[in-house]
């Protein structure tokens, strides 16, 4: 089973990422853990340049992102599925599709496309949306803020709503949760709705 995680940054993800794979991994089955940009060593190269680097347009975040995925489609998520283990990844191909379709104004479709070849089509089984006031997830940041996390609030408001629309477009694989509740109410309502697939 390959389960992503997704949502604004300050949302949760990584938290719940660590408390579905810790929920699964009691139940006796392997469970690999990964985040993106990164997950490999060209992925966290990539991911240092993308969150820390200058003047970058919106098409070449947007290559950057797709070929860091392809990398970890290739290194790590193929692997790990084919050996029968639970993948968990905090960002996947939804986040370019809102960051980069939308927000950054490059279309869906358009990004959609150029990231389909790169992960071999390789979507996920179930995605969580954690859905959180964009208000809210700023001030979980905090000050310390890479490159993206400095956009403004507009922004921010315009990848939540990106987020949205996609949870209704592909409703069968998008799951949105309320990510303004504590964090162990929310996983176990994750692990809930995961558990049955098991």
Sequence with gaps: MFITFEGLDGSGK?????????????????VVTTREPGGTPLG??????????????AW???ALFAAARAELVDQVIAPALENE????????????LAYQ??????????????????????LPDR????????????????????RIEQEDEGFRREVAVAYRQLAE??????????GSRPPAEIAKEIFGRVRESL
Excluded: K, M, W
């Design 127 to 146: 995605t969580f949306l954690l859905e959180i006031d964009p208000v809210e997830a700023a001030q979980r940041v905090g000050g310390n803020r890479d």
């Design 85 to 96: 283990a639970v993948v968990i990844c905090d960002r996947y191909l939804d986040s370019s």
């Design 44 to 57: 966290e190269h990539v991911r240092e340049l993308l969150l820390n680097g200058d003047g970058i347009s």
């Design 14 to 30: 990584s938290t719940q990422t660590e408390l579905l794979a810790e929920a699964i991994r009691g139940t006796g089955r392997d």
């Design 60 to 62: 070449a975040e947007a």
């Design 101 to 122: 379709g939308v927000a950054r104004g490059l279309g869906v479709e358009r990004v959609l496309q150029l990231n389909l070849p790169a992960i071999g089509d390789r």
């Design 169 to 178: 477009t592909f409703p069968q694989r998008i799951e949105a949760v309320d």
